[in-house]
């Protein structure tokens, strides 16, 4: 069967498309997180509490941008399929052909794999071999992500959620004690503040840096099939 480069044309066009779309999404993200209110630190006795005075919504633009990026990766899938299918038998449908993507393997091989019979043996071996039904967590791994994500984009916005993480490492000392929110998971207020971090260290001062980030995709709803 032919599998030229040619042939992957409309592929690896959808798959430099979604480059661009992730690239203005890094951009429109640093743009956003420049103009965040550094976390503030309050001392109580030896506890020290990061707060955030206050926490904005990330841009709406910013989904839709995730959203893009999402589909043209897919997509990008589903056109790698479809070419190789279609140069091994002219005129065929494209509703015939997609990639498929299964967190359990009774749903790979009971409907994932019609997606796929026009293909050649080692084309469709690759292909099951990066299920993810296949690791020990199928659905924490990127391919089932990126199912998921593009699921969701066809439904609804993609949920974006602002993070802090912590930028440095606390050395082990002896009696200290941290904490830290993030992934949106904020402790409870101050007069109003969000805790989004706090640590403890008897009798010393430890001076904790943050960075911000936008989280994409927290509390999709996974699926089996």
């Known amino acids: 069967m032919p599998t030229s480069r040619p042939v992957l044309v409309s592929a690896r066009r959808k798959l430099e498309w979604a480059r661009q779309h992730i690239a203005t999404l890094e951009r429109e993200i640093a743009t956003f997180t420049a103009t965040l209110p550094p976390p503030v630190e309050v001392d109580e006795d030896d506890l020290h509490l990061y707060l955030v005075p206050k926490i904005p919504e990330p841009p709406e633009h910013l989904a839709l941008i995730a959203g893009d990026a999402v589909q043209n990766l897919h997509a990008a899938l589903d056109h790698a399929v479809y070419a190789l299918s279609l140069a091994a038998e002219p005129g065929l449908n494209e509703s015939q052909t997609e990639f498929p993507i299964y967190n359990t393997a009774a749903g790979f091989f009971g409907k994932g794999m019609g997606k796929t019979k026009h293909l050649s043996d080692r084309a469709r071996a690759f292909i099951e071999a990066q299920q993810p039904y296949n690791d020990p967590g199928p659905e924490k791994g990127l ?77 999709v709803a996974a699926h089996r099939q």
Do not use: C, N
């Open 143 to 219: 391919l089932w992500f990126l199912h998921t994500l593009s699921i969701t984009d066809k439904h609804r916005k993609i949920p974006l959620v602002l993070t802090y993480v912590r930028s440095d490492r606390m050395s082990a000392t002896p009696g200290a004690k941290m904490k830290l929110f993030t992934d949106g998971m904020f402790g409870a207020t101050t007069e109003g503040a969000p805790i989004i971090g706090t640590y403890t260290i008897p009798g010393q001062r430890y001076v904790v840096g943050f960075e911000t980030g936008i989280l994409i995709g927290p509390g």
